[in-house]
């Protein structure tokens, strides 16, 4: 979209007004991205940036028409004469329209304990030091897939754990799929919170997410998913044919794993009449997994029943570790309600009850990436460090209601001691963790979801 390619108005509008409020002299801006203490997840995985120095930082993107349009624009919006038109045009003809700027980022798919530096970002020509804050307004967007990406680690790691206890962590990748495309506010959402979430899994029904890995991260096919049944698909047969609409996912595939919703009416006359009764021996007889997914009611009490039924009519083996493992060809899949709080809500009543965490898996949608916001993990971008006429000063705020939002100062650097992350002076002699993975224009690293993962 057009309207969305102007990087001079991809800000909020009172920095357009900044460029005139620095000191006198000043040359360098240096700020910083952080997730700040009091976060709810202690670390933070850090992913997304480099989807937004392709889309919107990279090469050319200053040009005459869109300084010409940010400041019609502008006129408007204020009502006076405000944009930083000779400022834009001198980037335009001394850098070709690239931005000079440098950003030093973690390598995507790191974890970092809170209040740790994970970006910073400089002007790299003196005439731009207003241009390091006009762009934290489109940078700390990568809130959004870091905080994805971390609370999707955190459901991780509730499955992993009662995998641990009642079954084989080895199917841990396809343990959480992505519901989300339909609960988020447009398509690019969908993309980088299902990208965010593919750093942690491989199981997504978010086919922007996989398109989006593709053009951004090298990743050929980052998830994978099999055919399923909504409500329509059953409900259209009628109520007194739910059997046909069952038994016709069995007929139309007959091979692989295959999840039928089937609460569309009653989920334990379905599981106990139509799936372990009438189709029980075309379930066995077929080559592949039935996948159950009960839809409605209270998720930990409808698991564990459903769970009942189907041991009753398929069968069921105690495993080594002493927990109820379904015949094979079926298996479960929760994918109404589902956030953090529920992931564990319902392992815990299973594990109680005797079930192996193996018998599942869990769809999630708002859960996974729209009950988030930029404070949960308390992301800030500051500046810490200024340049005035020659002479560099460390800057920070204090603020006295709030000590929680006091700034760092000075020049930083990431370093690792005794096997964790520490933000230091930018002159420990130390190597720093960050790499520059943008300068000019150029895109210094290019990284790849397989990287991402093995991080």
């Known amino acids: 979209m057009e309207w969305l390619d102007n990087l001079c108005w991809l800000t909020d509008s009172y920095k357009v007004s900044h460029y005139r409020q620095y000191p006198s ?11 700040r203490t009091g976060a709810v997840h202690p670390s933070t995985i850090f992913f997304g940036l480099q989807y937004w120095l392709k889309r919107y930082l990279c090469g050319q993107v200053v040009t005459r028409d869109k300084v010409d349009s940010a400041e019609k624009l502008f006129q408007a919006h204020f009502g006076q004469s405000l944009s930083n038109a000779a400022g834009w045009r001198h980037i335009l003809e001394h850098h070709g329209g690239r931005l000079p700027l440098e950003i030093k980022a973690v390598p995507e798919g790191t974890e970092v304990p809170a209040s740790n530096v994970l970006m910073t970002v400089e002007n790299t020509d003196p005439r731009c030091f207003w241009l390091t804050n006009y762009v934290e307004s489109l940078l700390v967007q990568v809130w959004y897939p870091c905080t994805v990406a971390t609370q999707s680690r955190a459901m991780r790691a509730v499955i992993y754990r009662y995998l641990e206890q009642t079954g084989d962590p080895a199917s841990i990748a396809f343990k959480l799929h992505d519901f989300g495309f339909r609960g988020v506010t447009c398509p690019e959402q969908a993309a980088l919170g299902g990208a965010a979430h593919l750093v942690n899994f491989q199981g997504t029904d978010n086919l922007a997410a996989v398109a989006m890995l593709r053009a951004f991260y090298h990743e050929e096919c980052g998830g994978f998913s099999i ?14 044919h739910e059997v046909d609409a069952c038994r ?20 334990f006359n379905c599981c106990a ?30 698991v564990v029943r459903v769970l009942e039924i189907l041991g009753e009519k398929f069968g069921c083996t105690t495993n080594a570790k002493g927990f109820r493992v379904l015949h094979p060809k079926v298996r479960v899949i929760q994918g109404d309600g589902i956030d953090y709080r529920m992931l564990g809500l319902i392992l815990e009543a299973m594990a109680a ?9 869990f769809g999630s949608g708002g859960g996974l990436l729209q ?5 949960t993990q308390r992301f800030a971008f500051k500046c810490s460090s200024i340049t005035v006429d020659g002479q560099t000063r460390d800057v920070f705020k204090q603020p006295v209601t709030d000590a929680g939002k006091q ?9 690792r001691h005794e096997g964790s992350f520490h933000t230091v002076p930018a002159s420990d002699p130390r190597p720093d963790a960050m790499q520059v993975v943008f300068r000019d224009g150029e895109l210094l690293a290019d990284q790849t979801l397989a990287e991402i993962r093995q991080r």
Do not use: C
């Open 227 to 240: 055919p399923a049944a909504e409500h329509s698909t059953i409900t259209s047969w009628g109520r007194g």
């Open 353 to 361: 009850a005797g079930w192996s965490a193996d018998n599942i898996a």
């Open 248 to 267: 016709n996912m069995l007929d139309q595939y007959p091979t692989g794993t295959l999840a039928v919703v089937s609460d569309s009416y009653d989920i």
């Open 25 to 35: 002299g000043t040359q360098r801006v240096y700020s910083y991205f952080e997730s």
């Open 273 to 302: 009449n139509i799936w372990g009764g009438v189709l029980r021996d075309q379930v066995l007889a077929r080559d592949g997994v039935l996948v159950i997914r009960p839809d409605s009611g209270d998720p930990p009490v409808v």
């Open 371 to 375: 009950k988030i916001n930029r404070d």
């Open 407 to 415: 700034s760092k100062a000075g020049r930083l650097k990431l370093v």
